[in-house]
């Protein structure tokens, strides 16, 4: 445990300390801003290959909760919405790599930017990994699972707030005018009238979300040696 412990805590620091902090703009001033994104990837794969080789090797041996079958149904009922974020924010980062800027004086991009997967939500993939790791939490309750899980789930919580900060602190009025019809927490904007739902934009991802949900579906044993069962 105390390895799994020590891996977690360097991945959490890696991710954001380096991307949050004054050691970001002191590498990219060194490095170039394509040096610095090179080093940044180079540390996040080793890290979070570690972390994983750590969570492998750690024996289950303290529970925190009595395993349940009926607490599996969490993650088979909470993945298919997370592959559906998932594949609405890769989809919706494909499409624009740098949407906001002008955004505030261009309705027409406004309502571009703000509609889709974002009208869920402006984080839809981080949402993805926060309903991957809690349901997986819950199901598992071993303390070597919970630890594990809990570090992506603090990593998609925290890391997308910073990343509000960057954006709000970058884009300014554009930002502000992107985060008025958006929201962090999925639906929260459509509940208080700031966007509104289209169902239809969000065939795309669903077809491809549901796809890849039925593949690691059966695909769950080979990926991660845990078979599910209904």
């Known amino acids: 445990m105390s390895e799994l412990l ?35 990837s180079l540390v996040a794969l080793v890290t979070v290959v570690y972390f994983v080789m750590a969570y492998n090797d750690a024996p289950r041996i303290a529970y925190l909760w009595n395993l349940d079958p009926r607490l599996y149904w969490v993650p088979k009922l909470l993945m298919l ?28 991009a406004l309502a571009r930017l703000t509609g889709g997967i974002n009208r869920v939500t402006r984080h839809p993939v981080q949402w993805a990994f926060i309903l991957w790791a809690a349901s997986h939490i819950i199901a598992n309750g071993d303390a070597v699972s919970v630890v594990f899980f809990t570090v992506f789930l603090l990593l998609s919580l925290v890391g997308s707030v910073f990343a509000d900060r960057k954006k709000a602190a970058a884009f300014g009025e554009d930002w502000q005018a992107f985060a008025a019809a958006t929201s962090h927490l999925p639906f929260a904007a459509v509940a208080a009238g700031r966007n509104n739902m289209a169902w239809r934009e969000l065939a795309v991802p669903a077809a491809i979300g549901l796809a890849l949900y039925l593949a690691v579906f059966w695909g769950h044993g080979w990926l991660s040696g845990a078979s599910i069962y209904w």
């Open 6 to 40: 020590f891996a977690g805590a360097l991945f959490l620091a890696t991710h954001l300390g380096i991307s949050n902090s004054p050691l970001r703009p002191a590498l990219m001033r060194a490095l170039s801003e394509r040096g610095y994104q090179g080093l940044y």
């Open 81 to 108: 919405p997370a592959f559906i974020l998932f594949a609405g924010g890769l989809k919706g980062a494909a499409q624009t790599a740098s949407p906001l800027p002008g955004c505030a004086a261009d309705a027409a």
